[in-house]
């Protein structure tokens, strides 16, 4: 179904949704883009004004995973120490099953990350045909606190 011409984001909000969401390509302070934008733009239009929130939001939440990945990772090699210092200096199989772990947690960072970016670029581009996107989770608390 199409939507009218008429409640179609202008080109300027399409681009102007569209930044907000790709600025994630910008590891940390890409979250400065969103916010910038949101307090421009706010009384403007509200549909730059949904997505720099929702992405500003998102980013916020990548950074705490961030956060979040990192401590396990952290944590794996104190356990990964520990373990060798327990084990008896003769038995390899545990210390290299230990050492595998902090490997897996890195590269569930790196997919994690992934995620994230793909993720925001799709909505970036979604935002940029004019679509009215939204976060999974993000998109429907980013609306209950516009209506309040």
């Known amino acids: 179904m199409?939507?009218?011409?008429?409640?179609?984001?202008?080109?300027?909000?399409?681009?102007?949704?569209?930044?907000?969401?790709?600025?994630?390509?910008?590891?940390?302070?890409g979250i400065i883009?969103?916010?910038?934008?949101?307090v421009t733009q706010k009384d403007k239009s509200r549909f730059v004004y949904l997505q720099a929130l929702q992405a500003a939001a998102y980013q916020f939440a990548l950074f705490v995973a961030t956060l979040l990945g990192w401590g396990c990772y952290i944590l794996s090699f104190v356990l990964l120490i520990h373990t060798i210092a327990l084990i008896q200096p003769s038995s390899e199989w545990p210390v290299l099953a230990v050492t595998?772990?902090?490997?897996?947690?890195?590269?569930?960072?790196?997919?994690g990350w992934l995620f994230f970016l793909i993720y925001g670029i799709v909505a970036a581009i979604q935002v940029f045909q004019g679509k009215d996107f939204r976060y999974i989770v993000i998109g429907d608390q980013v609306e209950r606190f516009m209506q309040k």
């Open 2 to 29: 199409d939507v009218p011409e008429s409640t179609l984001p202008s080109q300027d909000e399409r681009i102007m949704g569209a930044l907000p969401h790709i600025s994630v390509l910008i590891p940390y302070i």
């Open 33 to 38: 883009v969103p916010i910038m934008i949101w």
């Open 100 to 111: 595998f772990i902090p490997f897996c947690v890195l590269g569930l960072i790196g997919l």
